[in-house]
Every structure is written in structure tokens, then in C-alpha cells.
């Protein structure tokens, strides 16, 4: 009875060990995920900026055009907010924008996004829909700077944020385990 006893809490042991270890990986995959949805939506934002700057392209012509070029959860944000401009249902390009961004911040599709990015972006629709083409530059423009401005975070404390949730789901494993028995 007693060998049966101690083979449990070693499997527990390990069990706990693993779980945590990998809840600290999953941590710092979160940051590199949301690292690369910041950069890909940069790309997209300079491509609307030459959509809307060089081909002078209507905004929802721009909308579609970069995101199908694009693709993945951000891709379909564009190509939805698009769509919705195009059956002209009354409603203002920021209402589209805004409930479209909502969307994408309930729905898991692959995209890691803090709720301030995602209230960044939606407040990218508050300026766009309406102004002329060198005001829908400088918005754009703007909001590359707040963008970039998170992504030179997210870039210079990488490294050590990862290690951190790494180490630290480990180290919270282990004491868990140390706890228990």
C-alpha cells in the first residue's frame, strides 16, 4: 500500500512540475505571438498608407485590398470592415471599425492582442473613415508611432520577460510540489 502511496505523489510531483514548467512556456509564447501580430499589423498599416496615399484607392477598396493581401485574423478584420462599408447600411465607418475590432478581441483566432492594442486599433477608426487623403495619412502615421512604440517594448524586453515565465513557472512548480509533500 505504501509503494502505491509514494508512486502517486511522484507522478503528482512530476505532473505539477510539468504543468507549471509548461504554463510559464505558454507565457512567454504569448509574448512572441503578440510580438509578431504588432509587426504584422505594422506591415498592414504601411500597406493601407500606400493604398490610400499612392493609389489613391477609396478606403474600402484599401480595406480589401490589404487585407486579403495579408491574410490570417487581422487579414479578415480589414476584409469584414470592407464588406460592411460596401453594403451602405447607415452606419459611420468608425461604428463598423469599432465593432469590428470588438469582434476580434472576443474571438480566438490566432491573434494575441492586449486590450489596449486592441483599443489602439479601434481607435484608429475614430479619425480614418472620413478625412481627406493627407489627414488619413498623417492618422495612419500616428498610429504607426504608438505601434512602434509597443513593439520597441515588446522587442527590448523579450529576452528577459521569456526567461522570466520560464523560470518562474518552474520555480512555482517546484514549490507547489515542496508544499504538497
Do not use: N
Not at 41 to 50: A, E, H, P, S, T
Not at 102 to 126: F, R
Not at 144 to 171: P, V
Amino acid at each position: 500500500m505504501e509503494a502505491a502511496d509514494l508512486i502517486c505523489k511522484w507522478v503528482g510531483a512530476g505532473l505539477v512540475l510539468f504543468s507549471a514548467g509548461g504554463m510559464g512556456l505558454w507565457y512567454s509564447w504569448q509574448w512572441k505571438k503578440r510580438l509578431r501580430t504588432l509587426l504584422q499589423l505594422r506591415q498592414m498599416v504601411y500597406f493601407l498608407k500606400g493604398e490610400i496615399t499612392y493609389s489613391h484607392a477609396p478606403l474600402p477598396e484599401a480595406l480589401e485590398r490589404v487585407g486579403k493581401r495579408a491574410g490570417g485574423g487581422l487579414g479578415r478584420l480589414f476584409v469584414s470592415a470592407a464588406e460592411r462599408i460596401g453594403r451602405q447600411e447607415g452606419e459611420t465607418f468608425q461604428e463598423i471599425w469599432k465593432d469590428e475590432t470588438e469582434k476580434l478581441a472576443g474571438q480566438e483566432m490566432g491573434i494575441v492582442l492586449t486590450g489596449e492594442d486592441v483599443e489602439h486599433l479601434s481607435g484608429l477608426g475614430e479619425h480614418l473613415g472620413y478625412l481627406d487623403v493627407d489627414m488619413q495619412e498623417r492618422t495612419l502615421l500616428l498610429f504607426l508611432e504608438q505601434l512602434d512604440d509597443a513593439i520597441l517594448y515588446l522587442k527590448s524586453h523579450q529576452k528577459e520577460k521569456c526567461r522570466l515565465y520560464a523560470s518562474l513557472g518552474m520555480m512555482g512548480g517546484m514549490f507547489l510540489v515542496i508544499v504538497m509533500c
